[in-house]
């Protein structure tokens, strides 16, 4: 019976020993594991910082390394501890310290030197209306760790949904949840990251960031036997979603390369236009841009096309190029050319007549 009494006591104590092992093995594997995983530490630029190696006691021996390097910026050491002065961004950089005398790598961290974020600067705009609106921001300065930031959208004391923009990191989408509305828009976008926050609100009305993208595919063309004109034709952005219901109106400028001043023509809904005081012979650029015809603001310009007006085509003879010598007459004949030669044989004639008295007595002295 006694021994029946001592194995159940036996096997407990087994068993605790087993746990206070597999404690002492999951303690040490994770401080192995520690001391080979990089953790961070973000520090504002200009600061003092101070690394922990590890959780060594106040008297432990330690060196450092930054990049695998000896430390060498002005530092100091305090047991365990790391302490840089007045950082700056030349500071960031993996960190590692060892314990003396072995040598055994204690602890790991990535040092991030960076700044608080200030307010960033948002703007809202419409250019799917009434679709919905876009609200974008970017910080003026650099942070130089990573920032994220938080947008909240209110309208009518209610919040609304924002949707990311897939193809915009700064950027996201708002619906409208009615269109001509009184109430305003507000729109509160905050930047955070490790060292602190920063935010900025800005409040407006629907009508007043309603702004269409520039008009697409504008060609400008010559009309034929009309030397002072040119045919411009344009399309409405196709990020404009309902022009029946919310048609624009259009701005045309152009102005031949000579000169730097603009000649406009504002247009109602048409998507073309002849200019008709154009200078004969001479290139011109052009470009369109758009409106919603009550509210809102004009699109940025259309993307800039060239054109010239027609130009009669110049018939030019060839005659004198083409044709050789033989050419008989020229109209206009120079004043280095040859004159017209006599024949020959009545040069011969003449020529006989003069010498032949003076032949005939050297013909007689021979004899």
């Known amino acids: 019976m006694t021994l029946l009494c001592v194995c159940p006591q036996m096997a407990n104590l087994v068993t605790s020993l087993c746990c206070v092992v597999l404690a002492a093995v999951v303690v040490a594997y994770a401080q192995r594991r520690s001391q080979l995983v990089a953790r961070n530490q973000y520090e504002r630029i200009g600061s003092d910082v101070t690394m922990q190696c590890g959780f060594l006691d106040n008297d432990a021996s330690v060196s450092w390394k930054v990049n695998g390097t000896d430390v060498k910026d002005?530092?100091?050491?305090?047991?365990?501890r790391l302490i840089l002065s007045g950082v700056a961004l030349g500071h960031s950089g993996l960190y590692s310290c060892f314990q003396n005398p072995h040598g055994e790598r204690r602890d790991t961290i990535y040092l991030?030197?960076?700044?608080?974020?200030?307010?960033?600067?948002?703007?809202?705009r419409s250019n799917t209306y009434p679709k919905?609106?876009?609200?974008?921001?970017?910080?003026?300065?650099?942070?130089?760790?990573?920032?994220?930031?938080?947008?909240?959208?209110?309208?009518?004391?209610?919040s609304l949904e924002v949707q990311k923009d897939p193809d915009h990191k700064n950027r996201c989408r708002v619906r409208f949840p009615e269109v001509f509305s009184s109430f305003p828009y507000t729109v509160?976008?905050?930047?955070?990251?490790?060292?602190?926050?920063?935010?900025?609100?800005?409040?407006?009305?629907?009508?007043?960031?309603?702004?269409?993208?520039?008009?697409?595919?504008?060609?400008?063309?010559?009309?034929?036997?009309n030397a002072r004109r040119l045919e411009v034709s344009w399309q409405s952005p196709a990020t404009w979603p309902d022009i029946d219901n919310f048609p624009l109106k259009y701005f045309l400028r152009y102005r031949p390369l000579i000169k730097?001043?603009?000649?406009?023509?504002?247009?109602?809904?048409?998507?073309?236009?002849?200019?008709?005081?154009?200078?004969?012979?001479?290139e011109y650029i052009i470009q369109v841009a758009a409106k919603d015809t009550e509210i809102g603001t004009w699109s940025?310009?259309?993307?800039?096309?060239?054109?010239?007006?027609?130009?009669?085509?110049?018939?030019?003879?060839?005659t004198e190029v083409d044709i050789p010598t033989e050419t008989k007459t020229s109209p206009i004949p120079s004043s280095n050319a040859p004159q017209k030669a006599e024949r020959p044989v009545g040069r011969a004639a003449r020529l006989l007549t003069f010498f032949s008295p003076l032949l005939l007595g050297m013909l007689l002295l021979c004899m």
């Open 300 to 318: 940025d310009w259309s993307v800039a096309v060239h054109a010239t007006p027609w130009i009669e085509e110049q018939i030019t003879s060839t």
């Open 112 to 124: 991030h030197i960076g700044l608080i974020p200030r307010e960033p600067t948002v703007t809202c």
């Open 188 to 225: 509160n976008v905050t930047a955070v990251n490790a060292l602190g926050k920063a935010s900025n609100t800005i409040s407006f009305e629907e009508s007043s960031i309603v702004k269409p993208d520039p008009p697409e595919r504008v060609t400008a063309t010559p009309i034929r036997f």
């Open 260 to 282: 730097e001043q603009w000649q406009h023509v504002e247009l109602s809904d048409s998507t073309s236009h002849i200019i008709t005081d154009a200078y004969a012979g001479k």
């Open 132 to 158: 919905g609106f876009y609200c974008s921001w970017h910080q003026v300065h650099p942070t130089y760790i990573p920032t994220t930031f938080e947008v909240d959208v209110q309208h009518n004391q209610r």
């Open 74 to 80: 002005h530092h100091r050491l305090e047991g365990p």
